[in-house]
């Protein structure tokens, strides 16, 4: 028997077609979107590095609230920046903190699903994820400290902590904490497979967050001694399998793009929500190309993000989450 001439052309050739055949696709239901509030501003302010991306005050944020929950995004992943830093990031657990009254003020105002970043590096003088001893990040000591963090975002409404810092045990030291403390109700979606990168750089300016060169730190290089080195593609399975056993309830793979390999492989092993971040310099990229004029951003915003779940994420946090449920409603 001959076989037919095969032809996938026909399969492309109009956009009805193109849409039934096509079995990814992106929805408003994809996205969280990442804000910033921060003291001592009166008025919203553009994060140089991030176009479209604000610094916020604290009366300012139902602006953003409402223009989250009038497009349908599901909910916001809430980043603080303080008016003071110490050694230890007091302000990152105080309950008058600029995360906690931020909290307290998105949970009385919207009906957001509401994720807190929960790390200390904004929060820290020296801008590591933790405390510091005997030249290194303190794992065990910084641990205590995350876990206060936690209970203290639960305390004013986080409906997820997020534990970002890279820290062995974190989830199982917040999981403990938010239990002993009656928030057996909230969730912890870890930043389990987060790799030591350089598309955190417009964050890291955005959040004052940058780990500084200090001197009695001589075993600190950047954040290479407790986030992934790029080049390990096994470990981060095993920081995901950890954190399940731990009891994360969402793992998240970061940044996303340079990492869809891992998402991949984080899919097809795992029975849990896999969260990717688009992080950042991701965003600033395709920002910056398209201001240029070499590619058209709401392409390649789509592309990418489409691509992302593609790879596995069931769900994307994205600087573009606003623009793009705009672009779903349009087309
Ligand atoms: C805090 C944190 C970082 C990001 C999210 N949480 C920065 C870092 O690890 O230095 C990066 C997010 C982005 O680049 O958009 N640990």
């Known amino acids: 028997m001959r076989f037919p001439k095969t032809r996938l052309r026909r399969l492309r050739k109009g956009e009805n077609v193109r849409r039934l055949t096509r079995n990814v696709s992106l929805s408003k239901d994809d996205f969280l979107y990442p804000i910033f509030v921060k003291e001592g501003i009166e008025e919203k302010r553009e994060i140089e590095g991030l176009p479209g991306q604000f610094h916020r005050p ?70 590591h994820c933790g405390v510091l001893s005997e030249g290194g990040l303190d794992n065990d000591k910084s641990l205590k400290i995350l876990k206060k963090v936690a209970i203290s975002q639960a305390e004013a409404g986080a409906d997820y902590v997020s534990p970002s810092a890279m820290l062995d045990g974190q989830v199982k030291s917040i999981r403990e904490g938010l239990d002993e403390e009656g928030y057996g109700s909230v969730g912890v979606m870890s930043y389990s497979a987060k790799f030591n990168s ?125 623009d793009v449920a705009r672009w779903l409603d349009e087309s």
């Open 58 to 127: 604290l009366d300012g944020l139902e602006e953003v609230l409402s223009e989250c929950e009038e497009l349908g995004i599901p909910g916001v992943l809430l980043f603080g920046i303080p008016g003071e830093k110490d050694e230890k990031g007091s302000e990152a657990f105080d309950s008058e903190g600029i995360v906690q009254r931020a909290g307290r003020k998105i949970k009385k105002s919207s009906e957001l699903t509401l994720f807190t970043d929960t790390c200390l590096c904004q929060y820290t003088s020296h801008g």
């Open 198 to 322: 350089s598309f955190y750089g417009p964050f890291r300016a955005a959040a004052e967050s940058a780990p500084k060169k200090i001197e009695g730190a001589s075993k600190l290089d950047g954040r290479k001694t407790y986030q992934m080195s790029y080049g390990a593609s096994d470990q981060p399975l095993r920081e995901i399998s950890l954190d399940m056993r731990e009891g994360a309830d969402i793992v998240m793979v970061k940044p996303a793009l340079p990492y869809l390999d891992i998402i991949r492989r984080a899919s097809e092993s795992f029975d849990i929500p896999i969260s990717a971040y688009q992080v950042s310099g991701e965003y600033a990229m395709i920002k910056e190309a398209s201001r240029s004029g070499v590619i058209d951003e709401k392409d390649a915003f789509l592309e990418s993000l489409m691509s992302i779940k593609r790879a596995g994420a069931n769900f994307i946090i994205t600087y573009a989450a606003l």
